[in-house]
C-alpha cells in the first residue's frame, strides 16, 4: 500500500512563526502536491513539485514556499503565519506522469492564533 | 462559473437508499477521479475512470466523456458511508486536477 505520511495531525502556531509541515510517501513517486482544504472552497492547489529539487507555483503560492530535496519529502513552510493561513492542509503523491492515482496523507489542521 | 459542479452540496438519506451524486465540468479532460472525505479524515481515492463505468463493490461511478458528466452511485447505503465526496477531473489547458467543492452525505441509520 502507497503510503503518504505528514508530520502531524494537529498544529498550533502564533501569527508570525515560521511553520513547516511535512509529508513523507513511500512509494518512489515522482510527484508530490500540497493543497489547503476550506470550507466551501474544496482543495485548493499551494505547490507542486514534480522532480527532486524541482517546485511549481499552483492556484494560491502566495505566502507559502516549498522544498524537495529528497524525493520521498515535499514540505511546505509558511515564512511567516497569518490567521488566513489557517486551515487543512493536504499532501498527495502520484506516479510519474501522465494519468495516475492520487494518493493523499492524513492532513494537517494548522490553527495559527 | 466553476469549472467543476457537483449536486447536490448536502445530502440526507436513510439506511438502504440508492444514492446518486452528479459532477458536471466544462473542460475536456483525460481522467476523472472521485475521492472520498471521512470527517476529520484524510482523502482516499475511490475510482479514477476516463471512460464509461467502474464498479468496486457498492459504489459505481460512470462516466459521459461527450456530456461532460460523471455520476457516483452507492447501493444499499449505509451510515458507514457518510463522509464527502468530491469529484475532481484532470484537464484543461494545464492538464491538471480541479476539484469540485464536495457532496456532503449523511446517511442515518
Known amino acids: 500500500d502507497v503510503k503518504v505520511t505528514q508530520s502531524s495531525r494537529y498544529l498550533v502556531k502564533r501569527t508570525g512563526e515560521k511553520v513547516f509541515l511535512e509529508c513523507v510517501q513511500d512509494?518512489?513517486?515522482?510527484?508530490m502536491f500540497w493543497y489547503r482544504q476550506d470550507p466551501g472552497l474544496g482543495l485548493r492547489l499551494i505547490y507542486f513539485?514534480?522532480?527532486?529539487?524541482?517546485?511549481e507555483k499552483g492556484d494560491i503560492p502566495e505566502g507559502y514556499s516549498v522544498s524537495r530535496e529528497k524525493k520521498e519529502r515535499f514540505s511546505l513552510i509558511l515564512e511567516s503565519a497569518s490567521t488566513n493561513q489557517t486551515s487543512m492542509y493536504l499532501c498527495?503523491?502520484?506516479?510519474?506522469?501522465?494519468?495516475?492515482?492520487?494518493?493523499f496523507g492524513p492532513g494537517t489542521r494548522l490553527t495559527v492564533t | 462559473k466553476n469549472e467543476v459542479e457537483q449536486s447536490p452540496q448536502n445530502l440526507t438519506a436513510q439506511e438502504g437508499e440508492f444514492i446518486t451524486i452528479n459532477c458536471s465540468y466544462s473542460?475536456?479532460?483525460?481522467?476523472l477521479h472521485w475521492l472520498q472525505q471521512h470527517p476529520g479524515g484524510g482523502i482516499v481515492s475511490l475510482f479514477m475512470?476516463?471512460?464509461g463505468k467502474k464498479k468496486h463493490g457498492r459504489l459505481i461511478a460512470t462516466i459521459n466523456i461527450q456530456e461532460k458528466h460523471s455520476s457516483l452511485h452507492i447501493t444499499a447505503s449505509h451510515p458507514r458511508d457518510s463522509a464527502v465526496y468530491i469529484c475532481?477531473?484532470?484537464?484543461?489547458?494545464?492538464?491538471?486536477?480541479?476539484f469540485g467543492k464536495g457532496t456532503r452525505l449523511h446517511i442515518l441509520p
Open positions: 498527495a503523491s502520484t506516479e510519474g506522469q501522465g494519468v495516475s492515482e492520487q494518493y
Open positions: 512509494m518512489d513517486h515522482e510527484n
Open positions: 513539485s514534480y522532480d527532486v529539487k524541482m517546485k
Open positions: 473542460v475536456g479532460i483525460s481522467a
Open positions: 475512470l476516463s471512460s
Open positions: 475532481a477531473p484532470r484537464g484543461g489547458r494545464d492538464d491538471k486536477i480541479i
